[in-house]
Nanobody, 128 residues
Framework: VQLQASGGGLVQAGGSLSLSCVAS????????MGWFRQAPGKEREFVAA????????FYAGSVKGRFTISRDNPKNTLYLQMSSLRPEDTAIYSCAADLHTTSPMSIARTNGYAMDYWGKGTLVTVSS
């Protein structure tokens, strides 16, 4: 089983970027998935999560209204559309899947420590 994030890069403040996370080896269509980030010298931070059927989402306050999480289950792909980017959004962004909870908010509360699968991250750098 593998999760592979991509789409990171260098963008100016105020710009947009779209991340993808492709899952292989098994389907996560029934599982809650999320995005996390870790900036240099800082701890991992929850960004956003989405239920298996996409009927529920939850965002960190710092990204709410700027980022949108979505998924395409037939493609086994998770997305994060980021807009109005700020220098403080600079971080390595990783995707993860939780096999046990159906609540995106629960993933936020545990900050990902209960996630079952993690993908390698993709670096997002926002210049001022």
């Amino acid at each position: 089983v593998q999760l592979q994030a991509s789409g990171g890069g260098l963008v100016q403040a105020g710009g947009s970027l779209s991340l993808s996370c492709v899952a292989s080896g098994r389907s996560f269509s029934r599982n809650t998935m999320g995005w996390f980030r870790q900036a240099p010298g800082k701890e991992r931070e929850f960004v956003a999560a989405i239920s298996g059927s996409s009927d529920r989402t939850f965002y960190a306050g710092s990204v709410k209204g700027r980022f949108t999480i979505s998924r395409d289950n037939p493609k086994n792909t998770l997305y994060l559309q980021m807009s109005s980017l700020r220098p403080e959004d600079t971080a390595i962004y990783s995707c993860a899947a939780d096999l046990h909870t159906t609540s995106p908010m629960s993933i936020a509360r545990t900050n990902g420590y209960a996630m079952d699968y993690w993908g390698k991250g993709t670096l997002v750098t926002v210049s001022s």
